[in-house]
């Protein structure tokens, strides 16, 4: 089973939120490089549920990606172009950035399930992580 779809999995099982389910899918490298284990990620990610500030900002998955990104990266400004690339690539996916949009507030139309921003935000991390 694909890391993306494990964390689609577990997101379910744990009960955690999009940002934290991205997180746990990079659990092992994070834990390798900064020594963080699946407790202190879901501490970490616990405040991006329904998006960034309740649905008002960015998606919590993709909030996920940019967080990997700042912890496997090799530096600030690897971090902001990767950062960068990986919401590019995830508007385009998804069409939108912000949870509220992608879930179809107030134009009662749903762009992408939470499970799929999930996916393509772990998907489109994993390709922009190891491009250099």
């Known amino acids: 089973m694909e890391r993306c779809d494990l964390a689609v999995e ?5 009960g955690c939120n999009c940002c934290q389910a991205v997180l746990l899918a990079f659990e092992k490298e994070i834990g390798e490089k ?13 405040g991006f549920g329904a998006g960034m500030g309740s649905m008002e900002a960015t998606c919590g998955a993709l909030v996920g990606a940019g967080m990997v990104a700042g912890m496997l990266s090799d530096g ?3 971090t902001v172009l990767k950062t960068r690339a990986m919401s ?19 134009t009662k139309k ?11 935000a772990i998907q489109i991390a994993e390709k922009i992580l190891q491009s250099k």
């Open 76 to 78: 600030k400004i690897s």
């Open 10 to 14: 577990r997101k379910h099982q744990l």
């Open 34 to 46: 900064m020594n963080l284990d699946e407790e202190a990620l879901m501490a970490l990610g616990s």
């Open 110 to 120: 749903v762009l992408c399930s939470c499970d799929n921003c999930v996916r393509y």
């Open 88 to 106: 590019a690539e995830f508007k385009e996916r998804v069409g939108a950035l912000r949870c509220a949009d992608i879930k179809g507030v107030q």
